[in-house]
């Protein structure tokens, strides 16, 4: 039930501090640094057999593989891959016993996602699943995995799966990093970090009036711009979507990097820009992306962890979320997303739950 809230989808937003509570209780061991994933049905000791990780996945649960894929990478060192599991389906995936392919889906019930399991397991191959409908086609193929707990979804849209399908990809990142190169201190902050971020995430959603006044700003906008760099590209992605799926608006997403290869072509005052930046590696270079859009006449929403002075002199628009460890970031930086895109439907006067031409779970090819 919606309770007080005039739509799930901001209701499923709201729930995502509790939602995320769920999804790591009784998994960290914050004495030794790591994470304890029960039902993933593989020895410890077949960890150190995976020379590769391949996760597939469709829509949201992409963008969340991606960034899981950037997380583990970071941390295990253990080169991993995203792939379109409509695309991996008819592309004779090579399939062999060191790859581990993980299955990433909120109903469980995607048909192109189910249709490239059985394909790898057919093969021979090993899935694992990061799903969050219990007893669904997918968990019950799939070898082993781990449940995200976000409870049930209903908009179409996916907000709160999205955070879980986050959250446990970045702890089955730690387990495999912990058994190679993060040192039990590392380790450490990483649980402290994991066990703030309920918390975190609340005070991210602090920022829903703010994003409500950007976001009827720009309900005439042409098209939306998502830009960012490193982990939070995916966000940007996932963005766009959010925004594409509720409004009916036309976004996208792009590295900043990409910007001067094509996409600085559209810039122009009717399609804004919202950028996402960290403190980390890449805040310079997001600092330099965004002179070159207002120097071009573009308006540049902020979205950041950041406190540096420089971004508020620069932003059209302003929103500030909870500084928190690169890895995990993307938890804090998406709730503006999910805002601006469901204010920017309230705008627009959408069928927001129900958005035109979606359903929930894609059952059929
Ligand atoms: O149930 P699944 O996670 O497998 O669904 C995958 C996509 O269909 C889904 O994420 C879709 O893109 C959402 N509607 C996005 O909000």
Same mark, same amino acid.
């Given at each position: ?58 829509? $949201? ?96 849209? $996916? ?207």
């Amino acid at each position: 039930l919606k309770g007080d809230y005039p739509h799930f989808f901001l209701k499923e937003i709201h729930e995502q501090p509790d939602s995320i509570r769920r999804a790591i209780g009784g998994r960290l061991l914050p004495d030794f640094g790591t994470a304890k994933l029960g039902g993933l049905n593989l020895d410890k000791r077949d960890f150190f057999d995976i020379k590769r990780i391949h996760i597939i996945a469709m829509g $949201s649960a992409l963008y969340a593989g991606q960034i899981g894929a950037s997380v583990i990478e970071t941390l295990a060192r253990i080169p991993t891959q995203v792939f379109d599991a409509s695309e991996l389906r008819y592309s004779n995936p090579i399939v062999d016993k060191e790859t581990l392919f993980i299955a990433v889906s909120q109903s469980g019930e995607t048909a192109d996602t189910i249709l490239a399991v059985k394909e790898i397991q057919n093969k021979g191959g090993r899935v694992l699943g990061v799903i969050n409908s219990v007893g669904s086609t997918l968990a019950r193929l799939t070898h082993g995995g781990m449940y995200i707990h976000a409870g049930q979804e209903v908009s179409v849209a $996916s907000t709160k799966a999205f955070t879980n399908q986050v959250m446990l990809l970045n702890m089955f990142a730690l387990v495999l990093g912990r058994m190679r190169d993060v040192p039990l201190s590392r380790g450490k902050d990483l649980v402290k970090e994991i066990m703030a971020m309920p918390e975190k995430v609340e005070e991210a959603l602090k920022c829903g009036e703010i994003v409500k006044e950007i976001a009827y700003k720009y309900k005439d906008a042409n098209s939306i711009l998502f830009l960012a760099r490193g982990t939070n590209y995916p966000v940007a992605l996932e963005g766009a979507l959010k925004v594409k799926e509720v409004s009916y608006l036309h976004a996208e997403g792009f590295s900043a990097g990409g910007l001067k290869h094509g996409p600085l072509a559209l810039i122009c005052p009717e399609t804004p820009s919202i950028f996402v930046i960290t403190e980390g590696e890449y805040f310079e270079k997001m600092i330099g992306n965004i002179i070159e859009v207002k120097a071009r006449d573009g308006k540049a929403i902020i979205v950041t962890t950041s406190s540096d002075e420089r971004l508020k002199e620069l932003a059209d628009d302003y929103i500030k979320v909870p500084e928190v460890d690169e890895l995990l970031s993307p938890l804090v930086t998406i709730i503006p997303m999910q805002f601006f895109s469901y204010y920017i439907s309230l705008a627009l006067g959408r069928d927001i739950d129900q958005p035109r031409n979606l359903a929930k779970s894609v059952t059929v090819e």
